[in-house]
């Protein structure tokens, strides 16, 4: 079955470079971001994973946790997170799966059930697995991009995705396209304009079905 928005993580128990896990408890009461890469020591998967260690006390601020996938094996993850930390010159704290029989990847529909990895196998066997999921506290799926092998993530807008996701969550509210955290917010159309001065306050009415107001908090 497909994994879609609002679906809840498979609770899953993998291994990683730190131990055992299993993902609901490792995800507790906070929010987190699974992004995946189909091989280790690879150069556009290395940024990545450095791009990520550097925003470290960005994660921490939104109570975030983050965790790496990958279909090598946890020898591998240590190695290659040598040449994560020399190239962004930021400590790799998080942890990344060993997602070696692929039943992460296949969990998270990145791969289809009948996927294997040959032997002298290349990044292209296991090239859908180059996803992010944001994931709330309820454990439900929140967002989920997917990118192609010669396409670097922009973690900035991971970020940007993860504070609307927060700014939104459980609030009737929406961001606008480029919204940035601070910015105004549209109000959902569930309430009416009584309804939603009497919650927000102040409400700009810009079209009968687009009003806006203040970012709540």
């Not at 987190?32 to 550097?54: N, W």
Request: hydrophobic fraction near 40%.
């Amino acid at each position: 079955m497909a994994l879609r928005i609002n679906d809840e993580i498979p609770n899953l128990t993998v291994e990683t470079d730190q131990g055992t896990l299993t993902l609901h408890d490792w995800i507790g009461d906070s929010w987190a971001i699974l992004f995946s890469h189909p091989k280790d020591f690879t150069p556009v998967c290395t940024t990545e994973f450095g791009a990520v260690a550097q925003l470290a006390d960005e994660w921490e601020k939104r109570g975030c946790k983050v965790m790496g996938i990958s279909v090598d094996g946890v020898e591998e993850h240590k190695q290659w997170k040598g040449d994560i930390e020399k190239t962004s010159g930021a400590p790799a704290g998080f942890p990344i799966i060993a997602d070696e029989d692929l039943a992460v990847s296949k969990a998270l529909d990145m791969l289809p059930a009948e996927a294997y990895l040959p032997d002298g196998r290349t990044p292209n066997d296991s090239a859908t697995v180059r996803s992010v999921f944001i994931i709330a506290p309820n454990k439900k799926v929140q967002l989920m991009m997917t990118y192609p092998m010669s396409v670097g993530r922009n973690f900035a807008e991971v970020l940007r995705a993860l504070d609307a996701l927060q700014a939104t969550y459980e609030t009737p509210i929406a961001t606008p396209a480029n919204w940035e955290h601070g910015q105004d917010v549209i109000v959902a159309l569930s309430l009416n304009d009584e309804q939603a001065r009497e919650k927000f306050g102040e409400v700009e009415v810009v079209l009968p079905y687009l009003r806006t107001t203040k970012m709540p908090g």
